[in-house]
């Protein structure tokens, strides 16, 4: 099957630093990628869904501006986190679609913000 | 508003058979998914269905009936490292994936 990296696993970093997570298709091209962040014990809550070229569509609730997200090429799509805060600190994964009804996730990056 | 329900957490003992139920009120419907996904991972595909009925792979079987909103996720045989959380999502009619909030599923020797 397709697969989808993220780096970097895991990150540690100070409060109001910025911190840029990688997700990487590896094997396919990806028009459309989606982030997600999730809490202990909680279910994934989509962030946003990054199309190649364009802006990102952020969910309700998300701040765009805090929150950026880059899909440069079909390969790659960046977040980063501007200002990071502790309430920040989660799981963050992306995803990549092969299709409409295809999508596959990344590993995962756990964020720590101290 | 769109809803996704299923149990919290449950528990089953090694070797024998497990029912993980999901319901769903969505705008749409594009099919439903369940995923794998252990602690501090990232979630794993399972399974896929957009009719009714029943998709048997290996040790884990999908059910779907769309009129009564209704999936279920059947694990037999049960062995330790199927202890995860089990991710039911739902396709809406904008091909967005809407998820509920997954359950964890403890199994015991």
């Known amino acids: 099957g397709a697969v989808v990296s993220q780096h970097p696993s895991w990150v540690i970093c100070k409060s109001g630093t910025s911190v840029k997570i990688e997700c990487r298709s590896l094997?396919?091209?990806?028009?459309?990628m989606f982030w997600y962040r999730q809490f202990p014990k909680q279910s994934l809550m989509l962030m946003a869904t990054?199309?190649?070229?364009?802006?990102?569509?952020?969910e309700q609730g998300v701040e765009k501006d805090k929150f950026l997200i880059n899909h440069a090429s079909l390969t790659l799509s960046t977040l980063t986190v501007t200002s990071a805060h502790p309430e920040d600190s989660s799981f963050y994964i992306c995803?990549?679609?092969?299709?409409?009804?295809?999508?596959?996730f990344g590993p995962g990056t756990r964020l720590t913000v101290t | 508003g769109q809803n996704i329900d299923q149990p919290t957490e449950m528990t089953a003992t090694e070797g024998a058979i497990v029912q993980i139920n999901c319901t769903y009120q969505?705008?749409?419907?594009?099919?439903l998914f369940w995923y794998q996904q252990h602690a501090g991972e990232a979630p794993t595909f399972l399974s896929y269905?957009?009719l009714d009925g029943l998709e048997e792979k290996g040790r884990f079987s999908s059910f779907l009936s769309r009129s009564k909103g209704y999936s279920y996720l059947l694990l037999k045989e049960l062995q330790m490292k199927d202890s995860a959380s089990y991710l039911c999502?739902?396709?809406?009619?904008?091909?967005?994936?809407?998820w509920g909030a997954g359950t964890k599923l403890i199994i015991k020797p």
């Open positions: 990054s199309n190649e070229g364009s802006k990102a569509t952020y």
């Open positions: 094997d396919f091209q990806a028009t459309t």
């Open positions: 995803s990549a679609r092969t299709s409409e009804y295809e999508q596959y």
């Open positions: 999502a739902v396709m809406d009619s904008n091909y967005q994936l809407i």
């Open positions: 269905n957009v």
């Open positions: 969505t705008s749409g419907f594009n099919g």
